[in-house]
């Protein structure tokens, strides 16, 4: 099993630390900034392998070629965005796996918020790294992509088993409720997830991971096909992506 550290950055991200205690190998999922990173491998005693990029955003990346000119380190992105992804060395497209220690990583390729966005996925540690795809309560803005490509991404991560940990790289999930309880005005399951969340934030503790259970019957952008979101849209037995696209655009001028 990773072990999974979260630190919080900048404004609302979230850089993730992993480490694989059996082969004894470290990785960071989008380090944004390097100190932080640094504190925490010093407090641990590790040494960093690995950085995974999901996009080429800055605050996703920024951190990657000082991480590397002082450790070393290997940095895994997406083939199709190796352009953009500084100090790329190994570049995989969709379905490509790699080891991380005795934890094997798969490679999803979710276009949408950026066209080479990819997620991370530790199937044995029950572990998604979205980065900007899916929020709790929320997706990734279509700064990129189309409404069916961000769709047809969301279906793949929806096909996940539901105790998948969502691990995603902001920390948007208070401002994400308002929207969702503007849409579904009667989920007992979000109107509960929201007070679970202000609690959370009241202690300035992250609402992150989530399930995807959780986000299944919270998150609007994932419940497109439930009547009750079509029915709140006035858009009762229309086409998912349609629907979504829908919700999304209504998000963009909340
Ligand atoms: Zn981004
Ligand atoms: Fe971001």
């Given at each position: 099993m990773l072990e999974i550290t979260q630190l919080p950055v900048l404004n609302d991200n979230y850089i993730y630390l992993l480490h694989e205690p059996d082969a004894a190998i470290t990785g960071v999922v989008d380090p944004a900034v390097?100190?932080?990173?640094?504190?925490?491998?010093?407090?641990?005693?590790?040494?960093?392998?690995?950085?995974?990029?999901?996009?080429?955003?800055?605050?996703?990346v920024g951190a990657n070629l000082e991480l590397k000119a002082l450790t070393g380190c290997t940095i895994i992105g997406a083939e199709k965005d190796q352009k953009r992804i500084p100090g790329i060395d190994q570049k995989l497209s969709h379905g490509?796996?790699?080891?991380?220690?005795?934890?094997?990583?798969?490679?999803?390729?979710?276009p949408g918020?950026?066209?080479?966005?990819?997620?991370?996925?530790?199937?044995?540690?029950?572990?998604?790294?979205?980065?900007?795809?899916?929020?709790?309560?929320?997706?990734?803005?279509?700064?990129?992509?189309?409404?069916?490509?961000?769709?047809?991404?969301?279906?793949?991560?929806?096909?996940?088993p539901e105790t998948t940990k969502i691990y995603c790289a902001h920390e948007y999930t208070q401002a994400n409720g308002v929207f969702a309880a503007s849409i579904e005005r009667d989920n007992p399951a979000l109107e509960q997830r929201i007070i679970e969340v202000n609690n959370l934030r009241k202690d300035n503790l992250p609402t992150v991971p989530s399930t995807l259970s959780q986000e299944l019957s919270t998150n609007p952008f994932l419940r497109e096909q439930c009547l009750s979101i079509q029915q709140a849209l006035n858009m009762e037995n229309y086409p998912a992506v349609e629907v979504f696209a829908e919700l999304r655009k209504r998000k963009d001028h909340f």
């Open positions: 390097a100190t932080p990173v640094l504190k925490a491998l010093e407090s641990q005693h590790h040494s960093l392998d690995f950085i995974l990029n999901t996009h080429h955003h800055s605050d996703h490509q796996c790699f080891s991380f220690g005795i934890e094997n990583c798969e490679i999803f390729e979710t918020h950026t066209s080479g966005h990819i997620c991370f996925y530790f199937a044995n540690s029950d572990a998604l790294f979205c980065g900007d795809t899916v929020f709790s309560m929320g997706c990734g803005r279509l700064f990129e992509g189309s409404a069916e490509q961000m769709w047809t991404s969301l279906q793949l991560i929806k096909s996940l």
